[in-house]
């Protein structure tokens, strides 16, 4: 049973963003305003690249964990088909852990919610199952006396890969859209005032810019300068 009280979809109206997988193209276009900032003159679409889903269901690729992903170390520990934070609205923030499991789709949870994208379900832990046993939600999500959850010692959330160039769909970070910014770490998105800076920093960095539907609880790092 879902209880749709706190959804982890973020509408984006006009902009229409697909589901999980978002095909992201690059930006056909930079325009470098009066103040030098880099923004978008160019409507882009999200690609993923880890998962393929239509409207109507989500179709799972083989998944590769990354930067994005947990890796075995000595002090972390891998959550299976782990996957970054989705770009398309659903399980984006950064209390989520997000998968993409074979036979089950893209499978998000928090702390307090669970949900999959694949049956329409997000809701209370203790009111919503997820018959997803490749998941292993149990195993990194430990139980708690009042019916949430507590992320067992040795595991991360998702995140977006540090590197990665993005920009706000809605909730822009700068209050002005087209804005591109530059992951940095959990949370913090620097931002690339000019495209000369961008350059030095990332000679690729408006090739396959990945769109974030909503950057609300997101923190906005520093102005990049050239780095040398």
Not at 11 to 21: H, I, K
Not at 107 to 125: A, H, L, M, N, R
Not at 169 to 175: A, M, S, V
Request: charged share 20%; with cysteine.
């Amino acid at each position: 049973m879902s209880n749709n009280s706190s959804l982890p979809i973020i509408a984006v109206g006009a902009l229409g963003l697909s589901s999980v997988s978002c095909a992201i193209s690059s930006l056909t276009g930079f325009l470098v305003s009066d103040d030098s900032n880099v923004e978008s003159n160019a409507s882009t679409s999200n690609t993923s690249t880890s998962n393929t889903n239509t409207d109507t269901s989500d179709t799972s690729t083989s998944n590769t964990n990354t930067d994005a992903s947990n890796t075995n170390t000595s002090n972390t520990y891998t959550i299976p088909h782990q996957i970054e934070l989705g770009a398309d609205g659903w399980c984006w923030a950064l209390a989520h852990v997000h998968q993409d499991v074979p036979g089950c789709g893209r499978i998000c949870s928090s702390w307090e919610y669970v949900g999959s994208k694949q049956d329409g379900t997000w809701g209370p832990w203790a009111d919503t199952t997820i018959a997803c046993n490749g998941a292993k939600l149990d195993e990194f999500w430990e139980k708690q006396d009042d019916g949430t959850r507590k992320l067992a010692d040795g595991y991360i959330t998702s995140k977006i890969s540090d590197g990665t160039s993005v920009l706000c769909t809605t909730n822009d970070l700068r209050g002005r859209e087209g804005s591109v910014y530059r992951v940095n770490s959990d949370g913090i998105l620097d931002y690339y005032p000019s495209p000369s800076i961008a350059e030095t920093w990332n000679p690729d960095w408006n090739v396959g810019i990945k769109q974030i539907a909503d950057c609300t609880g997101l923190t906005k790092g520093k102005d990049l300068e050239m780095k040398t």
